[in-house]
């Protein structure tokens, strides 16, 4: 299981250099070489954050992204939910159908209650924190 996924990776370290840039706007060109990354695959990612009003984008010469929020506002959480779906530990479903434990089920209040705690530490963690703790 990967509580993370690439497209949620990258995007994160996407964002990362973006608001870590020292101009206003941060090419296409300029983020491939700084993150390495294939030009078709760091477009569709630009593509999601754009839709999702996190970047702006500037087309023509000097044309690039930007952030669209402060980066002490963009959350992994938040990353998790447009790149993966809804967060989500554990389904409780057995052969297409609700588990017929699922008031009983002893594992099941455990994995809620790790899920809440996650979600809690995930939402706490910001672009701007993962900026901080680089060196």
Known sequence: MKLLTRDTDYAVRTLGCIAAAKENTVTVTDLIKKLNMPKSFLR??????????????????GGGFSLAVKPEEITIFSMIEIFQGPFQLMEHVF?????PEIKTCSLKEKMDRIEEELIIKLKSITIMDLLKGQK
């Open 44 to 61: 569709k990612i630009l593509q999601m954050l754009s839709n999702k009003k996190l970047l702006k984008s500037f087309k023509g010469t």
């Open 95 to 99: 052969r297409g159908k609700a588990c």
